[in-house]
């Protein structure tokens, strides 16, 4: 389950947003960190040591919510959530996962957006 969206209207981001062929990073502050090629979680991660990293495409409603290994490689195209340690281990509430989809929203689709693209 993603970030409630979709394969239809997923699919029409895919065909006309240049975006796609990069690495979103959203932060639960709302900043967006954009990445160009591939590469591993533990980059993110060591930057920001006191977050765990996880992708959009793993959050479920009532689980706790996977984070990704270190040496798990981040694939183009796909949104990234860099959370808290406090969160983790704990289980993904509708209302926590509606937030994060309404900042991943804002972030992404704001024009002028704090990003980062390497």
Known sequence: MGLCASSQSRNSIKHHSPSQSTIKVVRCDGKL???KQ????SYIKTQNPNFFLCSSESMIVGMCVPEISDDEELQLGQIYFLLPLSQAHKP???PDLCALAAIASSSIG???YPFVVF
Request: glycine letters at 8%; a neutral charge.
């Open 38 to 41: 591939p590469i591993k979680a």
């Open 33 to 35: 960190q954009e990445l």
């Open 92 to 94: 993904l509430f509708l």
């Open 110 to 112: 704001n024009a002028g």
